[in-house]
């Protein structure tokens, strides 16, 4: 029988683990001390824990994590990982800087059923989903990384938005984000986590049981038609049906929703696209992310021109949107979804 992975138990459920076992229930705390604050993951390494219960733990339950197979360093500091599950299959997170922040967008599932024309994941089609421990792991595999390779840099933020669409992997992202938020554990702020999805719109009603978390849309076009020829989704969720999901989204107050509009040349990028997207969206309640096209070897679309991904933006806060530009991360290391892990696996001979 396959093993439990440890890195897939909430505080209160290693808990219960420990005390249905015969080992007391406050060493789960410190276990999820060394675990998720001291990133070690050898449990005789832990020496204020009973060695009885180490051993236990380590006989009984799965201590295995995402291997970093690859990793490479973009001019602009955006580090992208390769990771290998326990059955060889491989996914790719990301760990990207901004100014105060060390933001990790990692993967939910090896490729994706989507099949959005303009995204590198499609092409590979669906493997299969992640487990809990390999969405975990992948945040504490380059936690590991970065305690024995910096000078003490640690992920303050958590995106959905590596390969995979979180919400078709709805049970596993939620335990996840469960672990992701436990204040004893990695302790992230809701805000600190954004879950990005093509717009499900079974699941989107559903996210009243997800923890609330930051919520993006991925949007990229404000007309049916041009919807359907980019994200074959639509073609079953339309974009009505799509808002009339979203309403049912628990919001607070000051909450909003994030938009991700990818803009591509001579597709949806001029003053009629503006005028529908105004229509469609609560102007209170939304937030636009304008995401440049990021071309890659093969794809049918073009990133439109500088002035008017600029103009585009300054039309939608000229209306009274709040809108922004995503600047391009890492683009020199192939960083956008799901392209570094083709070019690494097509490369193969030469990196191993
Ligand atoms: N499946 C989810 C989350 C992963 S994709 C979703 O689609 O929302 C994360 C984001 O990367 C999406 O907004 C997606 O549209 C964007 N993306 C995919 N391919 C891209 C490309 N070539 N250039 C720029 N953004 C891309
Ligand atoms: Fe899947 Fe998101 Fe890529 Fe679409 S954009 S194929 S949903 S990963």
């Not at 007391?24 to 410190?30: E, H, W």
């Not at 824990?49 to 490479?72: A, R, T």
């Not at 672990?179 to 009603?205: A, C, D, H, N, Y």
Request: aromatic letters at 10%; charged letters at 25%.
């Amino acid at each position: 029988m396959n093993k439990q992975s440890i890195f897939s138990f909430t505080l209160e459920e290693l808990r219960n683990y420990l005390v249905e076992h015969g080992f007391a229930k406050f060493a789960a705390d410190q276990v999820y001390d060394w675990i998720y604050r001291k990133f070690v993951f050898v449990p005789t390494e832990w020496s204020n824990c009973s060695k009885k219960m180490c051993v236990y733990l380590g006989e009984n339950l799965d201590f295995s994590l995402p291997k970093i197979v690859w990793n490479g360093l973009s001019e602009d500091g955006t580090r992208k990982f390769l990771v290998a599950m326990q059955d060889g299959n491989s996914v790719e997170t990301v760990a990207i800087a901004s100014k105060s922040r060390l933001t990790l967008c990692v993967s939910s599932q090896v490729g994706c059923a989507i099949g959005c024309t303009f995204c590198h994941t499609a092409t590979q089609g669906l493997t299969r989903s992640l487990t809990t421990g390999e969405v975990v792991g992948q945040f504490l595999s380059v936690s590991q990384w970065l305690k024995e390779n910096t000078d003490g840099d640690s992920l303050t933020n958590i995106v959905y938005m590596g390969q995979g669409e979180p919400l078709n992997n709805f049970e596993n992202m939620k335990q996840a984000t469960l672990l992701f938020l436990e204040p004893k554990g990695i302790g992230l702020g809701q805000r600190r986590i954004t879950l990005s999805t093509s717009g499900l719109v079974p699941q989107i009603e559903k996210l009243a049981e997800f923890p609330p978390v930051n919520i993006a849309i991925s949007l990229h076009a404000a007309h049916d038609h041009v919807r359907s020829e980019l994200m074959p989704i639509n073609k079953i969720y339309d974009l009505k049906r799509l808002f009339k999901a979203i309403k049912t989204i628990p919001l607070k107050s000051y909450r909003r929703i994030t938009y991700e509009y990818l803009l591509i040349d001579e597709l949806n990028n001029n003053l009629e696209d503006i005028d529908a997207l105004c229509k469609l969206i609560n102007q209170k309640e939304s937030k636009i992310n304008l995401i440049p096209f990021n071309e890659y070897p093969g794809s049918d679309f073009k990133r439109p021109r500088k002035d008017n991904i600029i103009w585009f933006n300054n039309e939608l806060n000229r209306r009274g949107f709040t809108s922004t530009i995503r600047a391009s991360k890492g683009s020199d290391i192939l960083a956008a979804c799901g392209q570094l892990k083709t070019h690494v696996e097509k490369d193969k001979t030469n990196l191993w």
